[in-house]
């Protein structure tokens, strides 16, 4: 069996009062994703634990069916999918424009999306420079879209803190070693020859020609860098090696680019439509078109219903919701029995209160010839908690759906020198 796993990114949510104290999923018209539920197995899904609220990056990976001891960080993805060749050694951060005042002594934050053309943050970028602070090599590399990779080289360690505190009207933090740190001289180092560079940069733009002009246009300045997602690449074993599965990604980011890459998925990108409805249409058809082209197992994401969240818009979130619905009429159809169905998501974003993302699990479903079918009849955050899943972690989804597509190796055999949770498509035969 073959298998299409549908992540549709933050789509849990909480009670909203405006929404008479549903989730948008719940008070949503989804005729068809209750369908699904009603032709599946469902339950409850918590990527890492339960009260954990991850990243679509965590997230995915351990839903790929590695562990966090395995997680490089989200740099490395972010830096890979830029599409910059990364070695083994050095440290890689994203590093955003953002506008910050001084405040106190401080920097505060004033916006973290500023709206600024291409050609004024690369002229920007021009202008930061490579550095070279007590033995740490810092180098930062502009991409796109306000954001760029700082590389750092000359014994240095990932254990360090953001300086980006992921909000407006707060101020910029300072980077500190984990307290946790492997090398705590290397973390303590690196945190402060970075806090030094970033220092630099900002009186850099702060005096920058660009920067006076945007304010007496009475546009905010781009006059800091905020960084995050402090990562050393590591060596992973490949999807293919650890599931028999040869996969693929239908998406559209920078982050999955890169996460596609280092676990050996090959990547198809869409970039997104206007329309909520025909983007996610497309993407289901490109799907069936990758399995026509020999793979088996596809991955297909969406970020819409996160991005819907985060305007912190319930009824917004709702709306959008059931346009993504709308896509899902045919899918019975146009997928075979031979075709195990997986639709859940990464996390719950909630679309009111402050936080980005939070800890409650997310619905899932699955359909197949394989699956003993529950009395679930809507697919919701309440409903699937009565599903014959129960409850599930992120770690346990792959070895779910190895079981469902046959796929699973008898416990404790030894068939090939690699242990892996799959019947290995190939064996080395005993000759005489």
């Known amino acids: ?29 989804t005729p068809n994703l209750n369908k699904l539920a009603s032709h599946g197995i469902t339950g409850l899904l918590n990527s890492l634990s339960p009260g954990i609220a991850p990243g679509s990056d965590t997230a995915h990976f351990v839903l790929f ?75 930062f590399v502009y991409n796109s879209k306000r954001q760029g990779i700082i590389f750092l080289s000359g014994g240095v360690s990932s254990d360090i803190t953001d300086s980006d505190p992921f909000c407006n009207d707060l101020p910029v933090i300072k980077i500190q070693p984990m307290l946790d740190a492997k090398d705590k001289e290397k973390a303590k ?5 970075l806090n030094t560079y970033l220092r ?8 920058h020609p660009i920067n006076i002009e945007r304010i007496k246009r009475g546009l905010p300045p781009l006059n800091f860098l905020l960084t ?23 998406t559209s980011s920078v982050l999955f680019k890169g996460m596609a890459s280092e676990i ?35 991955h297909v994401h969406t970020k819409v219903p996160d991005e819907a969240a985060h305007t912190k818009k319930p009824v917004f979130k709702k709306e959008v919701i059931e346009k993504l619905d709308e896509a899902f ?9 031979d075709i195990l169905i997986v639709v859940t998501s990464d996390h719950s974003t909630p679309s009111s209160g402050s936080l980005i993302h939070s800890g409650e699990p997310v619905p899932i479903v699955i359909l197949g010839k394989t699956v003993r079918v529950d009395d ?28 469902f597509t046959d796929r699973a190796k008898y416990f404790g055999s030894r068939s090939v020198p690699l242990d892996t949770s799959h019947r290995p498509s190939m064996i080395n035969p005993f000759r005489i």
């Open 1 to 29: 069996m073959k298998v299409l796993f549908v992540t549709l990114d933050g789509l849990g949510d909480r009670p909203a009062p405006e929404l008479d104290g549903k989730t948008p999923l719940e008070i949503a018209h």
């Open 189 to 193: 180092a690196t945190a402060h020859a």
């Open 65 to 139: 069916g590695y562990s966090l001891d395995e997680f490089p960080g989200r740099g490395v993805f972010e830096a890979v999918g830029e599409g910059i060749d990364l070695n083994f050694e050095d440290v890689v951060l994203r590093a955003s424009f953002a506008s910050v005042a001084e405040e106190n002594g401080c920097l505060k934050i004033a916006s973290r999306g500023i709206g600024a053309e291409e050609e004024v943050c690369r002229e920007l970028a021009k202008d930061i420079l490579d550095d070279e602070i007590e033995g740490v090599n810092i180098r």
């Open 329 to 337: 009429g045919s899918i019975l159809s146009e997928f075979d029995d």
């Open 200 to 207: 630099k940069v900002y009186f850099k733009l702060k005096d």
């Open 228 to 250: 995050k997602w402090a990562s050393r690449r590591k060596r992973l074993t490949s999807f293919s090696d650890k599931f028999g599965f040869k996969a693929a990604m239908v």
């Open 376 to 403: 679930v009849k809507e697919f919701g955050e309440r409903t699937c908690l009565c599903g014959g899943l129960g409850r599930i972690d992120g770690h346990n989804l792959m070895n779910i759906i190895l079981n």
């Open 264 to 298: 050996g998925m090959d990547f198809i990108e869409l970039p997104y439509l206007e329309d909520v409805h025909k983007d996610m249409k497309r993407r289901l058809e490109a799907a069936k078109k990758v399995f026509e082209d020999g793979y088996d197992f596809v």
